[in-house]
């Protein structure tokens, strides 16, 4: 069982910067992958950003150059960081960790509003 524990979000203007943060009660460096996924009320879970233990990244072309996700092994921590944030950005972020089998976090709320 993999504990996984988000946070860092909150209320920003647009324009503004968040970094969220993931941190694990075991060692990422065994995981597949890591991602972040959000879910804004009446849509579906979406994939943000994901690195593989590789290193290789990937992103969702609506936050493409605004958003960075990066993982610090010996911390176990997964982060990302997200500039230049949107009102459209606003929703649930969840922390995903890809073992044998797949962990979700409890979720942190960002809201981008003036």
């Known amino acids: 069982q993999v504990q996984l524990v988000e946070s860092g979000g909150g209320l920003v203007q647009p324009g503004g910067s968040l970094r969220l943060s993931c941190a694990a009660s075991?060692?990422?460096?065994?995981?597949?992958?890591m991602g972040w996924y959000r879910q804004a009320p009446g849509n579906q879970r979406e994939l943000v950003a994901a690195?593989?233990?590789?290193?290789?990244?990937n992103y969702a072309d609506s936050v493409k150059g605004r958003f960075t996700i990066s993982r610090d092994n010996a911390k176990n921590t997964v982060y990302l960081q997200m500039n230049n944030l949107k009102p459209e950005d606003t929703a649930v972020y969840y922390c995903?960790?890809?073992?044998?089998?797949?962990?979700w976090g409890q979720g942190t709320q960002v809201t981008v509003s003036s």
């Open positions: 075991q060692s990422i460096s065994r995981a597949y992958a």
């Open positions: 690195i593989t233990s590789g290193g290789n990244t």
């Open positions: 995903n960790a890809r073992f044998a089998i797949g962990y």
